[in-house]
């Protein structure tokens, strides 16, 4: 088989970005009713995401821009689905949710730049994670308590808990010189000057 030039791929992905965003938007319009007031701005963003999403992958290979296009454009569709009642959740829901597609869209984005899931994002894209989930349980109503009140009470307690966990984290790596949380690997291109750096020395 012929192999496909980057012109070519390049179309594939705008042709391929399209079709998932107009199946997307029959999803949303035929569950809305074509007699209502559709969400523009929501549908906006969607497409400035793909669009983003597109230039990550063909033009400038970014990170910044991966990770921006991919939020944008989940963004733009939760929106979307929330306000065409897709999916069943308020415009309450959709701040937790967006904390939620930050730490998903974390993870992507490491996947794009390194090919594999690595240490240094998946720590802050799993703490991400708990904490969109502990926001969606709030505006939910599944704890019944106020967030506001769950902050005056037990706000102190998590940040000394966060941060003690960092302070543990730094002496196990300093004392120890274990690979935790990185990969043999990603130390793999650090120079010597680095290295010692790295370990104190």
């Known amino acids: 088989m012929k192999k496909i030039t980057v012109p070519m ?11 998932i965003i107009a199946g997307l938007l029959l999803i949303s319009r ?20 793909a669009v983003v999403f597109y230039i990550a992958m063909t033009l400038i290979h ?6 921006a296009g991919l939020l944008l454009f989940f963004l733009g569709l939760c929106m979307t689905f929330v306000f065409t009642s897709v999916l069943p959740f308020g415009p309450s829901h959709l701040w937790p ?23 240094v994002y998946l720590f802050p ?7 969109g989930l502990v926001f969606l349980l709030f505006s939910m109503n599944v704890i019944k308590i106020s967030f506001s009140v769950f ?6 307690l998590v940040l000394i808990l966060a941060g003690a966990a960092l302070v543990v984290v730094f002496f196990w790596q300093r004392n120890f010189n274990d690979f935790f949380p990185y990969d043999k690997d990603e130390l793999s291109d650090l120079t010597d000057e680095d290295e010692k750096t ?4």
């Open 9 to 19: 791929l390049n179309i594939l992905l705008a042709a391929g970005v399209i079709l």
């Open 30 to 49: 035929f569950s809305h009713g074509f007699g209502q007031v559709f969400p523009v701005a929501s549908v906006c963003i969607m497409i400035f995401g």
């Open 62 to 67: 970014w990170a910044i821009f991966f990770f």
């Open 97 to 119: 949710i967006a904390v939620l597609l930050c730490g998903v869209c974390l993870i992507l984005t490491c996947i794009f730049k390194h090919r594999k899931v690595r240490g």
């Open 125 to 131: 894209a799993v703490l991400i994670e708990i904490l």
């Open 151 to 156: 902050v005056s009470k037990w706000g102190p």
């Open 198 to 201: 790295f370990y104190g020395e």
